[in-house]
């Protein structure tokens, strides 16, 4: 308790002398140096005589990076007054208060005051709503950003929701998106960040939309799972659209699959796709390449 | 590296697959031999009466996990006869916020140390920070330190902006003295938690 009442009185003196030394003309940055440090010391006291002195702060002329360092003191507090308080800014603060105070929401991550950011999503900009996605983020609460995609009319609003979603490895709600929602290059994306090869094999083999396939087979190169390959040159096989066939190849081109390349070389009878299968394995610089020109030059298929 | 040392690292919920620079390697050594320094500094300022053989087990587990983390992050795969998590690390908390701590100051150092004016030299510390920053963070969420995981994600995008090479010198300025804050603020809280154990052991 001794302990507890010299910190409260350092802290109270360090602010008093703070303002003193604001009176006698010392620079402002001093004035907030020693407010930052007389911040930092709140933490050791008991948060019911902390809180009223960070609002004090809040609500003063200090700097926009002074009230963003009060506001990080409160997102450190497990008083409900501190995370109503942050909430309190986030619905009415403006500008880049109101951004770094929905931030702070997602660091305290009290789950009553997480449970307001769809209502300031709803009614923010675009600033607000990157803030919000990020504050889930920080909070690691996947229902919050899988709830704002699934409600998404917007298409960019879609976009970044699912790659957060990504980001956090949100697997399981990925696919239930791609369910509800259908394929779409925002998914796409999404498994690349995510690493999931799976959702990628089911993109590049789905049909239903032509560009998204290609972009997913062109991606399932890119990512190279331990499947690709295989499912690569099926679907090159298998499917009759150029430009699908075109994204397979790509994708076989840049996961280095000569062997395969060298397969579909073998079983064309199209003297222009030969050529062209040819031409991708000379790219490649295979070794595989010599043994099929030396064929060709002798007159073999 | 022993088999207990591995079971120490698997324990403590670190991921091995991450790929660390030979440097950090050396910092996670220097890290764990500076808590275990810590912790011998602070029971003796706390003037109690300790059980010798109980801080000689806390130190050998503590000198176990430096090993464990400096070698084990470069293993990208363990032996078969180890089984993950089986093995407990006694005051599994403790060592974690200890080992959190030190880590953090070493963070501190470099943001203090940071050059503003040199992107390229800022970007290269940056992309380390955050590697080690990941780092812990996984490690927060498997010692159930939600908190502590909140805080360290909330560096991310902070420290993604510092590294980019287009950031305007006062913009880098301004975020480099947030994170400094932040990562004081966050020590403070760590390091008062740790006296109020002491205190009430």
């Not at chain 1, 926009?64 to 506001?71: G, I, Q, V, W």
């Not at chain 1, 799976?198 to 890119?222: F, M, Y």
């Not at chain 2, 701590?101 to 203090?112: E, G, K, M, N, P």
């Not at chain 2, 510092?162 to 301004?174: F, G, K, R």
Request: no cysteine; hydrophobic share 45%.
């Amino acid at each position: 308790m001794h302990t507890r009442l010299k910190l409260i009185f350092v802290v109270l003196a360090t602010f008093a002398t703070a303002s003193l030394n604001a009176q006698d003309g010392n620079s402002a940055s001093d004035k907030e140096e020693l407010q930052r440090i007389a911040l930092e010391a709140l933490i050791h006291v008991p948060e019911e005589r902390a809180l009223p002195a960070v609002m004090k702060l809040l609500e003063g002329d200090g700097s926009d990076e002074l009230k963003e360092s009060a506001l990080f003191v409160l997102s450190q507090m497990d008083h409900p007054d501190a995370s109503t308080a942050l909430l309190s800014y986030a619905r009415t603060g403006s500008g880049d208060a109101q951004i770094k105070a929905i931030r702070m929401i997602g660091i305290n991550g009290d789950e009553t005051v997480l449970a307001a950011l769809p209502e300031i999503y709803a009614s923010g900009d675009d600033d607000v709503r990157e803030a919000v996605l990020e504050a889930y983020l920080i909070a690691d609460n996947v229902d919050g950003v899988f709830t704002i995609a699934m409600n998404a009319t917007d298409e960019d609003d879609y976009e970044e929701a699912v790659q957060i979603l990504a980001v956090m490895d949100a697997h399981e709600q990925l696919a239930q998106l791609r369910e509800a929602k259908g394929a779409s290059d925002a998914l796409v994306q999404a498994y690349i960040i995510s690493d999931n090869h799976t959702e990628l094999e089911l993109l590049a083999r789905d049909s239903s939309n032509p560009d998204v396939q290609v972009e997913a087979i062109q991606a399932l190169g890119v990512v190279d799972g331990p499947n690709a390959e295989v499912v690569l040159l099926d679907i090159y096989k298998a499917s009759a659209d150029e430009d699908v066939r075109e994204a397979a190849l790509q994708g076989l081109f840049i996961g280095d699959h000569g062997q395969s390349v060298l397969e579909l070389y073998r079983a064309s009878s199209n003297a222009k796709e030969k050529g062209e299968l040819l031409e991708m394995l000379v790219i490649m610089d295979s070794d595989l390449a010599m043994e099929v020109i030396d064929q060709a030059l002798a007159g073999d298929q | 590296m022993k088999d207990d040392e591995l079971r120490e690292f698997d324990a403590l919920g670190l991921d091995r697959e991450i790929a660390a620079p030979s440097h950090m390697q050396q910092r996670w050594h220097d890290s764990i031999d500076l808590a275990a320094q810590r912790e011998q500094t602070e029971l003796r300022r706390s003037g109690r009466a300790f059980n010798f053989m109980s801080f000689f087990w806390g130190a050998a587990v503590t000198t176990a996990l430096a090993i464990g983390i400096g070698i084990g992050v470069f293993l990208t795969g363990g032996p078969e006869s180890i089984e993950p998590n089986e093995y407990v690390v006694q005051d599994r908390a403790g060592v974690f916020g200890r080992v959190l701590q030190v880590h953090l100051r070493d963070t501190q150092d470099d943001i203090a140390s940071m050059p503003i004016d040199t992107p390229e030299d800022r970007t290269t510390l940056v992309l380390q920070i955050i590697q080690q920053n990941r780092l812990f963070e996984q490690a927060a969420e498997r010692n159930d330190a939600d908190s502590v995981a909140r805080v360290l994600r909330a560096f991310e995008p902070i420290l993604l902006k510092l590294a980019a090479t287009d950031i305007a010198p006062q913009d880098a300025a301004a975020l480099r003295e947030q994170l400094a804050f932040e990562l004081k603020v966050m020590l403070t809280k760590l390091e008062r938690d740790t006296s109020k154990e002491i205190t009430s052991t």
